[in-house]
């Protein structure tokens, strides 16, 4: 299963904030829409980096309460790691793992064209595998699914 195929089902929207967001609206941000990451842009097409609940937990635990008045950009990665549409689940699941985040940005022709989290990976690789499962019974049985 390729990326795109992950991105017809779950859509192509991708939260973004800009850059002078404060840490305080990012909270805001985070909480409406139930995610745990977004990217930073300023335009919502270019990407400037990205800002997780993690990056949040580890500023507030250097610095304390202060960090949420400081832009999102003092506590974002810059050097995002993204995809492309053609990239298949396998690679994005080995992409999270080695780099130990859950959350890739997808490039679709230069801009930003979706967003898959670990969520996503997990539950389309589960269905995948399932239906391999199925298939290789099927196979080894003469039974048909
Ligand atoms: P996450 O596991 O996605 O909450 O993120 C863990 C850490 O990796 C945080 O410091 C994020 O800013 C960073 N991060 C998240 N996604 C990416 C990505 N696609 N590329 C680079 N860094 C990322």
Do not use: C, W
């Given at each position: ?17 800009p850059?002078d ?13 139930k ?29 304390g ?41 997808v ?13 996503d990976?997990?539950?389309n ?9 199925r ?7 003469g039974?048909?699914?």
């Amino acid at each position: 299963m390729r990326i795109s195929d992950v991105l017809r089902v779950k859509g192509d929207q991708v939260v973004t904030v800009p850059p002078d967001t404060d840490v305080a609206g990012l909270l805001s941000v985070l909480s409406e829409h139930k995610i745990g990451a977004v990217v930073v842009s300023a335009d919502g097409t270019e990407i400037a980096g990205i800002v997780s609940e993690r990056d949040i937990v580890r500023a507030l635990a250097a610095r304390g309460a202060a960090v949420l008045s400081e832009p999102v950009t003092r506590i974002a990665t810059a050097q995002v790691r993204t995809v492309s549409p053609e990239a298949s689940l396998e690679e994005v699941e080995r992409l999270m793992t080695d780099g130990r985040f859950r959350h890739v940005p997808v490039l679709v022709g230069g801009a930003l064209g979706g967003v898959v989290s670990i969520g996503d990976v997990v539950k389309n690789r589960i269905d995948e595998l399932e239906v391999e499962r199925r298939e290789l019974a099927g196979y080894i049985t003469g039974v048909r699914p």
